[in-house]
């Protein structure tokens, strides 16, 4: 089958680079492989002036692909989770849009999402609210239900990554 498109794509650029000439463009041919700057992505709404920064960060850019760390159904200004289950989804996706926005892109540059669930008989709840956001060609997705999330409150997390 050959190698790898990077491990091909590095010989073969290598092989041109013995001539003078095409040290210069085979320079070039290798600058995006050289490993991006790591960027953390911190919306405003999620920042709390006077208290300890969190244990993770809300996002991470890196080469253009931005992984969002699981986000939960809490008001970003109250801490709470709504009563209501769809709206606790709505939530969770909102501060996902928030995240997604300060990175300069929307849903349609989501490329997979994992939702876990405390209860999959939400699942269908869950879905209704999902696909009223997220529209065809809708992004990957695994749904894993367990057993508790961070916060006991909660019955809803998601994670995502995206790529412009």
């Known amino acids: 089958m050959g190698e790898p498109f990077p ?3 590095l010989s073969v650029t290598l ?4 001539k003078p000439c095409n040290l210069a463009c085979g320079l070039i041919l290798l600058l995006p492989l ?3 700057e790591k960027k ?6 999620f920042q709390r002036p006077g208290q300890d920064a969190p244990m993770f960060s809300p ?3 890196d080469g253009g692909t931005l992984y969002v760390a699981g986000q939960i159904g809490a008001d970003l200004k109250t801490r709470k989770i709504p009563d209501e289950f769809e709206a606790e989804v709505r939530t969770c996706l909102e501060n996902i849009r928030v995240i997604l926005k300060a990175a300069n892109m929307d849903y349609a540059d989501v490329d997979s999402v994992q939702v876990f669930l405390t209860d999959m008989s939400l699942f269908p709840r869950m879905n209704a ?3 009223s956001l997220f529209k065809a060609p809708r992004p990957a997705r695994a749904t894993v ?3 508790a999330l961070a916060s006991p409150q909660a019955h809803i997390e998601i994670v995502v990554i995206a790529r412009k």
Request: hydrophobic share 50%; aromatic share 8%; charged share 25%.
């Open 7 to 9: 491990l091909k794509f």
């Open 15 to 18: 092989r041109c680079m013995r």
């Open 34 to 36: 050289a490993k991006a």
């Open 40 to 45: 953390i992505i911190t919306p405003e709404e």
């Open 59 to 61: 996002a991470i850019l």
């Open 129 to 131: 609210v999902y696909s």
């Open 145 to 147: 239900g367990v057993a």
